[in-house]
């Protein structure tokens, strides 16, 4: 069954360092999501791809975060500098032509020292 | 604007037992509605969803929830809980953005099963 791969699936950086997460969507899918998921708490947007190009990114703070799917299928999310405050999980989703499901990937789980 | 609303934090139940978990929502148009589970660490799989039709769906892992939209609710059941589900559970309200929908999620129900 194919599945949504992320890597790393575990971070520790120091506050002001870069990071970096990458996820590949399932083979097909158009439609690309970064969620950040605070401890005890659901899922947030971050981010929305379709193909290569950004469909909302309103959540996402751009001051330190940076998403990009240069060739419409893998896709990288960027922290530079870290914040202690962004220590979560992050969830890469995609989804397939008219299907209404996203499909989740196990996530990276950051922590900010 | 759309939300989701699960009033309960924490449930705790005894193996065997019946399980309801509450969702409530907030959408102006016809909701699609989404469970699902989440175990430690791990990323989230689909229970079950609702678009249209027959208003009590079936899902995966013998879950069933019903939607009432006089109540703005999509509460998800289970007749006999197992050990294995012990996990994170979360409702989602999808609308769309762009050619494609956008999620809101609730905030979870964390479910302890007692042996």
């Known amino acids: ?113 | 604007a759309q939300s989701v609303t699960q009033p309960d934090i924490h449930i705790t139940v005894s193996e065997g037992a019946s399980l309801e978990l509450r969702c409530n929502y907030s959408y102006g148009a016809t909701p699609y509605l989404f469970w699902y589970v989440q175990s430690p660490g791990q990323g989230l799989q689909l229970l079950l969803k609702y678009f249209s039709g027959d208003t009590l769906v079936q899902g995966i892992k013998g879950f069933e929830a019903e939607f009432k939209r006089s109540q703005s609710s999509f509460n998800l059941r289970k007749p006999s809980v197992h050990w294995s589900d012990a996990a994170e559970y979360f409702c989602a309200v999808g609308y769309p953005s762009g050619s494609a929908r956008q999620l809101t999620f609730g905030s979870g129900t964390q479910l302890t099963v007692l042996p």
């Open chain 1, 1 to 113: 069954e194919a599945e949504v791969a992320q890597s790393p699936r575990y971070k520790i950086t120091e506050k002001s360092q870069a990071v970096a997460f990458w996820c590949d969507p399932i083979s097909g899918h158009a439609t690309l999501y970064w969620y950040r998921q605070i401890l005890g708490q659901g899922p947030e947007l971050l981010v929305q791809f379709q193909d290569e190009s950004v469909v909302d990114d309103s959540q996402l703070p751009k001051d330190r975060f940076s998403a990009e799917r240069l060739k419409g299928v893998d896709s990288t999310l960027k922290i530079q500098p870290a914040e202690l405050g962004d220590s979560a999980m992050y969830l890469c989703a995609s989804k397939g032509g008219t299907e209404e499901t996203q499909y989740f990937g196990p996530g990276t789980r950051l922590l900010v020292l």
